[in-house]
């Protein structure tokens, strides 16, 4: 068992930066495939970005080039550095594992553990 809570959202102009931090207890977020889906208004909830048991990174080709998601074992925790925001980018973000090392398949029904979400609103 692994619990997680995510913290960090806000609201933002377009163009600035937020990082969102997901503490884990219970395991190790090492041993996990782990990472970020966001869901807005009215839309499905959608993969962002993931990390292996191996630290190899996956990205949503909307976010590539602009966030960065990164894991400090010893924290047990991850981070997903979010620059060059746009107003598509407001949805409520949820940090998730699944319980395997391998990712695999990057959808919701593959990730038994969620954080609680945290809001991230970008806009004039």
């Known amino acids: 068992q692994v619990q997680l809570v995510d913290s960090g959202g806000g609201s933002v102009q377009p163009g600035g930066s937020l990082r969102l931090s997901c503490a884990a207890s219970?395991?190790?977020?090492?041993?996990?495939?782990t990472g970020w889906f966001r869901q807005a208004p009215g839309k499905d909830r959608e993969g962002v970005a993931f990390?292996?048991?191996?630290?190899?990174?996956t990205y949503d080709a909307s976010v590539k080039g602009r966030f960065t998601l990164t894991r400090d074992n010893a924290k047990n925790s991850l981070y997903l550095q979010m620059n060059s925001l746009n107003p598509d980018d407001t949805a409520m973000y949820y940090c998730?594992?699944?319980?395997?090392?391998?990712?695999?398949?990057?959808?919701?029904?593959?990730?038994?553990?969620w954080g609680q979400g945290t809001q991230v609103t970008v806009s004039s």
């Open positions: 998730a594992a699944r319980s395997g090392s391998i990712c695999g398949q990057l959808v919701t029904r593959n990730f038994g553990y």
């Open positions: 219970g395991d190790s977020v090492g041993s996990h495939c």
């Open positions: 990390i292996d048991g191996r630290g190899i990174t």
